[in-house]
C-alpha cells in the first residue's frame, strides 16, 4: 500500500523561503507522478504541480509557476516542493500526492495521498 508523508509545514512570513518534503514508501516510485496540492479553509483542493518521477518533468499551475519548484530523489523517493516568494494566499494544508497518470493536473488524478502538512504566511 502506497503511503506518503510530508514534512516542513510551518509558519513563515511574507516573502520568505521553505522547502516541504514528501517521502513514498509502499509502492513503485517511477515512472510514475508525484503531485503538491493545498487547500486553504473551506475552498477546494487546488492543484499546485508536479514531476513525472523518472523522467523529472513538471508542470505547475498558473498560480505558482516561477515561484515553486518540483524537485526528486528518486533513490530516496522523496519528492521536494520549494516555495519562493511565499504571499498571504499560499496559506493553506499542503499535500503530496501520487498518480499512476502523467500529466495529473487535477486533484482528482491523483490516486494516493498524504496526511497534509500546514503552511501559514503571515505579512
Known amino acids: 500500500q502506497v503511503q506518503l508523508v510530508e514534512s516542513g509545514g510551518r509558519s513563515v512570513q511574507v516573502g520568505d523561503s521553505l522547502t516541504l518534503s514528501c517521502e513514498f514508501s509502499?509502492?513503485?516510485?517511477?515512472?510514475?507522478?508525484m503531485g503538491w496540492c493545498r487547500q486553504a479553509s473551506e475552498n477546494a483542493r487546488e492543484f499546485g504541480g508536479a514531476?513525472?518521477?523518472?523522467?523529472?518533468?513538471?508542470f505547475y499551475a498558473n498560480s505558482v509557476k516561477g515561484r515553486f519548484t518540483i524537485t526528486r530523489d528518486s533513490g530516496r523517493g522523496t519528492t521536494y516542493l520549494q516555495m519562493n516568494s511565499l504571499k498571504p494566499d499560499d496559506t493553506a494544508i499542503y499535500y503530496c500526492?501520487?498518480?499512476?497518470?502523467?500529466?495529473?493536473?487535477?486533484?482528482?488524478?491523483?490516486?494516493?495521498w498524504g496526511q497534509g502538512t500546514q503552511v501559514t504566511v503571515s505579512s
Open positions: 500526492a501520487y498518480s499512476r497518470i502523467w500529466p495529473a493536473t487535477q486533484a482528482n488524478e491523483y490516486q494516493y
Open positions: 509502499g509502492g513503485t516510485f517511477s515512472p510514475y507522478t
Open positions: 514531476i513525472e518521477t523518472s523522467r523529472a518533468a513538471t
